[in-house]
């Protein structure tokens, strides 16, 4: 499947229970109040940060390839009285109808692009819709492989309805070379005698500093700082998550 497809259907219901995490908004209000607005979250899915941005009166607008992911989002606004703009749209074939001061994606999203012509075609539309003297933010991180007890391993919720909602690593394939991580994921939502069962393939692709740093110069942008997610500087040697911030070149 197309990897842009894969926040669709039973994936987009169940990402939300499922989800073991949340992206804290405080770095990305900071970043957001830094540089300036209007700011631009890329790949804002559901909602997470995007929306609580919003609550606190930041400009703040979302693109997103996943319809489904979109719908999610703003049914959440209106239920919380929030006023959201948001684009269906690729990462990768941006075309949106204004610029921004901060253009930002909150978490590693950018690593869900699945090879290096997509992601330089994603750093080419961010350097098209930045304003003069705007920054972009874009968090990076080498995935470590699956380790091989959770293969299989399943986490459970429960939907609103009563349903069981499951999620599973069914395997998973690691290619050094091509620097990309499949994962197939599997996904299952049981209530009663009525059952939804979906695999897919989860594609991770990843840089070495060197390698991000070159095609954000081939997309006219140079690299200002490299930060630990605290806005810390980074150490070369340093695999973890990592901040790059962008400006036009």
Do not use: N
Request: charged content about 25%; some cysteine; glycine content about 8%.
């Amino acid at each position: 499947m197309d990897p842009a497809d894969f926040y669709t259907g039973i994936v987009a219901e169940l990402y939300a229970p499922l989800k073991s995490f949340s992206q804290d908004p405080e770095p990305y209000a900071a970043f957001v109040q830094r540089a300036g607005m209007p700011a631009l979250e890329l790949g804002c899915g559901d909602g997470d940060p995007l929306l609580e941005l919003r609550r606190r009166g930041l400009e703040v607008e979302g693109v997103d390839s996943s319809a489904d992911m979109l719908d999610r989002l703003r049914r959440r606004a209106d239920e919380q009285g929030i006023r959201a703009t948001v684009f269906h749209q690729r990462m990768e074939a941006l075309k949106l109808p204004r610029r921004y001061r901060a253009i930002f994606l909150a978490g590693p999203t950018f690593t869900l692009l699945p090879d290096d012509d997509a992601a330089l075609a994603a750093l080419r539309g961010i350097r098209a819709h930045l304003a003069e003297g705007g920054t972009a933010l874009v968090p990076l991180f080498t995935p470590a492989p699956t380790p091989a007890e959770q293969i299989g391993r399943v986490r459970t919720a429960a939907a609103p309805d009563g349903a069981e909602l499951r999620v599973s690593v069914v395997a998973e394939q690691r290619d050094e070379t091509a620097r990309t991580q499949t994962t197939l994921l599997r996904y299952e939502r049981h209530h009663a005698s009525d059952s939804s069962v979906v695999e897919r393939p989860w594609i991770l692709h990843w840089y070495t500093r060197d390698q991000f740093e070159k095609l954000a110069t081939t997309a006219g942008l140079t690299v200002t700082a490299v930060t630990d997610p605290d806005g810390t500087p980074a150490p070369a040697s340093d695999t973890g998550l990592l901040h790059f911030r962008l400006q036009a070149g």
